[in-house]
């Protein structure tokens, strides 16, 4: 089994942003602009937000963060977004999810330019996708692919599983990896039988939010596992259930440790895997800052 090592992947792409954001400001005078656009009081939205501000600074992206409280109306946070899209600095913005509940989500993030939908959320960018002629992906469908081309893992007829239909994992991700020429079977809450899907998957892809759920015994010898899934968990009977010792390591003094939707007792059947954390996650926020220089190049007409 091999580990796949998100931190290496993301720090090399990261490498790469930056290098290219020189060259360009270089040749342009300009430096890709992204807008985090976040409402509310949510604690997990503004640890996300902050840390999308710091790595835009690192990597040279002109970031700028807007925070509204949570009684803005939806008139004064489209009207925002449409200022947004007008400005000829930002090349990307982001509206932070979820979106205090009195808000009608699709109704704000249908307002975003499509040119400018760094998260690749929209109907229209979606459905490119769909018709593979995507140039832009949704930033953990996307992180996954690079962490494939990085270890050379060639998706093309595999039986793949992903577990989770979401807008911005499991139905992306589905129609990637078959438009990879993986034969694609998209499970879910309502899904019968799962294991057996599991069992015949030569590739998981998990986003389900649930800890160590996928054992040992629901996956195949050989398998490809990844995992989208963040779960915090304590302690129970004074162990940390299915954390191996660096997930321990890492988390303890706070008082909770971080695993995967993966029981750590699967790895070992597999061919490769994502660790959780350490695997996935770095990538996503990576991801969109390579997102946000796409977009700059594709307005700079410079994308080949
Ligand atoms: N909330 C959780 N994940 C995401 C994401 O990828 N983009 C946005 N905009 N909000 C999120």
Not at 236 to 247: A, F, I, N, S
């Amino acid at each position: 089994m091999t580990i796949l090592d998100g931190k290496k992947v993301s720090s090399e792409i990261k490498l790469q942003v930056i290098k290219e954001i020189k060259v360009l400001k270089k040749k342009t005078g300009k430096v890709p602009g992204l807008s985090v656009v976040i409402v509310g009081e949510n604690k997990a939205s503004k640890v996300y937000v902050k840390s999308k501000d710091k790595m835009a600074s690192e990597l040279g992206i002109k970031s700028n963060v807007i925070e509204f409280d949570e009684n803005i109306s939806s008139v004064e946070l489209i009207k925002k977004i449409k200022e947004l899209n007008e400005d000829g600095e930002v090349n990307g913005v982001l509206v932070q999810l979820p979106l205090p509940k009195k808000f009608n989500t699709w109704e704000v993030l249908t307002n975003i330019n499509p040119d400018k939908d760094v998260d690749c959320f929209l109907p229209t960018n979606l459905g490119m996708i769909l018709l593979n002629r995507a140039n832009i992906f949704p930033c953990t469908p996307a992180g996954i692919l690079k962490i494939f081309d990085y270890y050379n893992i060639n998706v093309s007829g595999m039986n793949a599983c992903v577990i989770g239909r979401s807008f911005i994992v499991g139905k992306p991700i589905a129609a990637m990896l078959t438009n990879r020429n993986a034969t694609v079977t998209i499970c879910h809450s309502k899904t019968k039988n799962l294991a057996d899907h599991l069992k015949r998957a030569d590739l998981i892809v998990s986003a389900i939010g649930k800890p160590g759920f996928i054992s040992e015994d629901m996956v195949k010898q050989g398998s490809v596992l990844i995992d989208v899934g963040i779960n915090y968990i304590i302690k129970k009977d004074d162990v940390y259930e299915h954390c191996d010792e660096l997930q321990i390591k890492k988390f303890e003094r706070k008082g909770y440790a971080i695993t995967g939707d993966i029981h750590k007792n699967a790895y070992k059947k597999s061919l490769y895997y994502t660790p959780v954390p350490g695997g996935v996650g770095p990538m996503t926020v990576t991801m969109l800052m390579y997102n946000t220089l796409q977009l700059f190049k594709k307005k700079q007409d410079l994308l080949k």
